[in-house]
């Protein structure tokens, strides 16, 4: 086999590329770690940008439709479209911490004042039960499971408390976090006035610098945008069906803290599968404070109606917009979450259903190539 120079070139390269990277790792890792926190800022606003032009494409539409006619109103549909995005996102936040966060501090507050005569009177109705008298036997007498319930409560707190304690205190920490997310509203600013334009760059720096992989790239992206933009749309649209029908049906049992349960219902269900359990999780505590009974009311209620969401709304509003099993969602979400957290969550879905449909199509090129090429002989 005969070797040209541009192949010995390469080797090369490639060899002291890897002994440079090998013989100085340390200062390499410290120079792509904080490239990484440079970049951070701007990759998450991107991110947020990408989010924001689903909303906005949709106010671009309806102020076409609107003002077709008026070239003057024509010129600022973008700044206008911009700002009723950015708007409608900001005024979601603040409901968002305007309702919740005032109900869910006043629960807080009621736990650590927890009531142990409360508990010792739910134990002795408990016992007028039989079975479950002789099951509360194995765990101890009433005294001890009250104590024990109340010390559990106690340190539960304590550690949700310590948590909150250290976020609130890390100065320096929230000030670099509301830098980065200032630096990431205004590019996903710049972004979406000049989206046009930065998409018309990026396809020829594509088409120019990979050549015929250009064709694959864009294959790949157009996939990616697909189950993105189906995953963010039709799984916002589900949350908001599923966190309005639990406001409605605990109102209509009287449960308490309707709207705060069903915000957060509406919020956690962005994430698909264990979404769900986690609002389910948060109301029940909401609620206990105030009921006990009503708390275990609502996670039956809460069951049912998801059961009913699940088989009912969910395939309609969804429907093939993900495009993936089931099982591989669970897979994606389990991986993802172990990775990056929820934020691993919200991505591993549609990035999972990108690489199945990728798989998928060349799965179905090589057969069909097969099958021609028995059909020729």
């Not at 991107?46 to 924001?52: L, Q």
């Not at 996102?89 to 629960?107: E, K, Q, R």
């Not at 736990?111 to 194995?138: M, P, R």
């Not at 929820?342 to 690489?355: C, E, F, Q, R, S």
Request: hydrophobic share 50%.
């Amino acid at each position: 086999m005969k070797f040209e120079k541009r192949q010995v070139y390469y080797v090369v390269i490639t060899f002291a590329i890897c002994y440079a990277i090998q013989a100085y790792w340390g200062a390499v890792s410290n120079i792509l770690t904080t490239l990484h926190k440079a970049i951070f800022p701007f990759l998450m606003g991107a991110g947020i940008a990408y989010i924001i032009n689903i909303v906005m494409s949709v106010y671009e539409r309806l102020y076409v439709k609107l003002f077709k006619g008026s070239r003057l109103l024509m010129a600022i549909k973008r700044s206008v479209s911009m700002i009723l995005s950015y708007a409608t996102f900001i005024g979601l936040i603040v409901c968002l911490f305007s309702i919740v966060i005032p109900d869910l501090i006043s629960s807080l507050s009621s736990l650590l004042v927890i009531d142990t005569g409360a508990l010792a009177k739910l134990v002795n109705n408990l016992n007028e039960n039989k079975q479950i008298s002789e099951a509360l036997n194995y765990m101890g007498t009433d005294k001890d499971l009250v104590s024990t319930l109340s010390g559990y409560s106690q340190q539960i707190l304590k550690q949700v408390l310590s948590v909150l304690t250290n976020l609130l205190t890390s100065v320096s920490s929230i000030a670099a976090t509301l830098l980065n997310v200032f630096v990431s509203f205004i590019f996903s600013i710049y972004v979406l006035a000049n989206k046009e334009q930065l998409g018309r760059q990026f396809n020829l720096l594509i088409d120019t610098y990979l050549g015929s992989t250009g064709k694959t790239f864009h294959y790949v992206r157009h996939i990616l945008h697909q189950r993105f933009h189906g995953f963010f749309v039709s799984q916002t649209l589900e949350a908001m069906i599923l966190g309005s029908l639990t406001v409605i049906g605990m109102l209509i049992f009287q449960f308490p803290y309707a709207l705060t349960v069903g915000v957060l219902v509406a919020f956690t269900a962005l994430i698909p599968v264990v979404g769900a359990y986690i609002g389910v999780t948060i109301g029940f505590i909401l609620i206990a404070t105030e009921s006990l009974t009503e708390a275990f009311l609502f996670v039956l209620f809460l069951i049912l109606l998801q059961q009913f969401e699940g088989n009912v709304i969910y395939p309609k509003v969804v429907g093939g917009s993900i495009g993936l099993p089931s099982m591989w969602v669970l897979m994606a979400i389990t991986i993802g979450g172990a990775l990056w957290g929820i934020l691993g969550m919200l991505l591993a879905v549609p990035v999972a259903a990108t690489i199945y449909q990728i798989v998928k199509d060349h799965i179905i090129k090589r057969q069909t190539l097969r099958n021609r090429a028995r059909t020729y002989c």
